[in-house]
Structures are given as structure tokens and as C-alpha cells.
């Protein structure tokens, strides 16, 4: 019998690419599916596209809600397959791909299945690198908390145990969802594969493309909540001083979990990396000075120091400039 898997489509007006969706999910003809379509209230054709396939459909609904977030975890209260994942409603399947999923859900001690996406826009494409997993840190692994969703399959009991994702989070609830899967069932469970599960959409109203800035204040929003829930006081203030934050965020800590403060150190080296790399070479020096190289792998202290020399190749003569008045 087929490991019962349950896929939700989150959607509003996407009623450009939402049949693409449907049928990348129902033409995989998988027997043990759990298909359900949760929209916000779309205003465009997408009711039509939903009721064309409704037969097919174990749940759909449009109604206005408060959002992704929201909607994501309307789907979960109806959730009743072994294996859960949401696909947005501008991605689609890979052929195939869910006989991979459920085959390789068959083995009890997997709790979350990480394959690849194929990332494509207009001619363009390419393949992600996928959920990152350094299985020799966990801090690392926190600390970067890249998770590459549509591709990152998870066990039905894991996802009960973590709760719904965060409705105050719009552009990253996946990483914070992430983030407190790896703090209670860390790295053990997580099988990574080659193999290309999804195709991920990339165009001018995605998410992904048009809000990227929005995306980097749900990360600092999520850092500066997880320093909060640990009593990591001064860390705390030095996110909040220094990035933007969301205030009506709180990090859902549980009593035995502990965090350690080596999870910041990359937390902090990935900010220097972003402002380096966006031309501000001050707020890349900034978020160096809080790393403790102590608790760096060979890579991240190759990165830091690379940062360093950089960073001071271009702040140096700006310094010289502005203490010498020419």
C-alpha cells in the first residue's frame, strides 16, 4: 500500500498558473493522495479552475483570509496523510515525483526528505542546491537555516509535534518552521537525494523576486525572536539595533529546548556576507565584529576571513579620506 501523502495548494488570483499546479499533482496518479486547494478569495478565474477539478480534489475552499501563512495552516488542521508538504500555486510536480516520495517515506526512520528543485524563469533554469544540511552542525544548520520548501517533505507526526506555521510571518515562515523542527529532532531522520521533486517558478509577481527586502526582515524578525525566547539579552539588542525587526513576532520556544550561542556566530557571519554583497561594507564589518571565529567550521572561517580582508581593503581608504579632509 502507498505511504498516504498530503499536498496543500495555498493560492490567490494565481489563476494564470494554478491548472499547471492541479494537474502536475493529479497526473502523477497516486493513489494515497490527499489533494486540497486553500484559496483566499481569488477575484480572477481561479474558482472556475477549482471546480473543473473538484472530483479530483480531497478539500477546496475560497474565502478571504489573512494569508499564506493562514491559508497554509488551514490545510494542515485537515492534514491526514503520512507525509505533508504544501506546493504553491505557481509551482509544479516533477513527474514521478511523489512514487519517489511515498517509496522513500516507506522507511520508518525518515522524517523529512530533501531533494531538488529545477528554478526556472522565462528560457532560464537551473538547479537548486537544495535544503542545507551540515550533518557534522547543527548550529550551522540553524544558524543559515536554508530550507528550500517545495522540495522538503516532512512526516505527519514530526509536523504535529512542531504545530502550524507562524501567521505573523508572511515571506519566511518555512525557515522559522524549519528552525524549530532542527531545535526539537535535529539532523537525525533527514535524508537528502539528488533527484529533482519540484519546479519552482520564478516571475516578476512571485514573492521570491518582488519582495526580497520583506524576506530579509522575517529573517532578522526570527533571529532576534529565538535570542529573546534564550535570554540571549545582548544579542538581542544588537539585532534589533541593528536590522529591521517585526515587534508582534515571539519565537514559540518549548521549556527543554536549548539553543547554543554558536548559532548566532553564523547568524551573524550570513549578515556580514548579504551586506558585502549588497555594496555596504561598514554593516558587513558591523555584523563581523559579533562573530567568535572559535565556533566557525573551516568553511565559515574561510568566508570570515575573506569578509575581513575585503571589508577592510574597502573601509580603510574611506577612513583616510574622511580624517584627512580630501
Known amino acids: 500500500m502507498q505511504v498516504p501523502i498530503t499536498i496543500i495548494t495555498p493560492s490567490y488570483n494565481q489563476a494564470e498558473y494554478v491548472e499547471q499546479t492541479i494537474d502536475s499533482v493529479l497526473s ?13 478569495g481569488s ?26 501563512s493562514h491559508a497554509i495552516n488551514k490545510g494542515l488542521k485537515h492534514a491526514q496523510g503520512d507525509v505533508i508538504n504544501w506546493l504553491n500555486s505557481d509551482d509544479f510536480l516533477e513527474p514521478g515525483a511523489l512514487k519517489l516520495i511515498g517509496e522513500t517515506f516507506e522507511n520508518p526512520k525518515v522524517k523529512v526528505l530533501c531533494g531538488k528543485s529545477r528554478k526556472f524563469s522565462g528560457r532560464e533554469a537551473f538547479i ?8 557534522q552542525s547543527i548550529a550551522k544548520t540553524i544558524g543559515w537555516a536554508r530550507i528550500d520548501q517545495p522540495e522538503t517533505w516532512f512526516r505527519r507526526s514530526a509536523v504535529e509535534i512542531v504545530g502550524s506555521v507562524n501567521q505573523h510571518l508572511h515571506y519566511l515562515m518555512d525557515r522559522e518552521w524549519w528552525i524549530r523542527y532542527l531545535l526539537h529532532f535535529g539532523i537525525s531522520g533527514i535524508l537528502q537525494i539528488p533527484d529533482i521533486l519540484v519546479n519552482f517558478r520564478l516571475h516578476d509577481k512571485s514573492k521570491t523576486i518582488s519582495m526580497e527586502e520583506a524576506f530579509e526582515i522575517d529573517h532578522d524578525t526570527i533571529f532576534h525572536g529565538i535570542a529573546k525566547a534564550f535570554e540571549e539579552t545582548e544579542i538581542a539588542n544588537f539585532i534589533k539595533k541593528n536590522s529591521t525587526i517585526s515587534e508582534y513576532y515571539k519565537f514559540p520556544k518549548r521549556a527543554d529546548q536549548l539553543i547554543s550561542e554558536s548559532v548566532f556566530d553564523y547568524y551573524f557571519l550570513r549578515k556580514a556576507d548579504r551586506a558585502y554583497f549588497f555594496q555596504d561594507p561598514f554593516k558587513s564589518r558591523t555584523f563581523l565584529h559579533q562573530v567568535d571565529t572559535l565556533n566557525l567550521d573551516t568553511a565559515a572561517l574561510k568566508l570570515y576571513q575573506k569578509l575581513k580582508w575585503r571589508t577592510s581593503k574597502l573601509i580603510h581608504p574611506v577612513i583616510s579620506i574622511l580624517k584627512n579632509g580630501f
Open 43 to 68: 477575484t480572477d478565474q481561479s474558482v472556475e479552475i477549482f471546480k473543473k477539478y473538484e472530483k479530483h480534489l480531497s478539500y477546496w475552499v475560497s474565502e478571504p483570509d489573512q494569508g499564506q
Open 128 to 135: 537548486s542546491k537544495g535544503t542545507e544540511i551540515y550533518p
Open 28 to 40: 502523477q496518479n497516486y493513489t494515497n493522495l490527499e489533494y486540497m486547494i486553500i484559496d483566499g
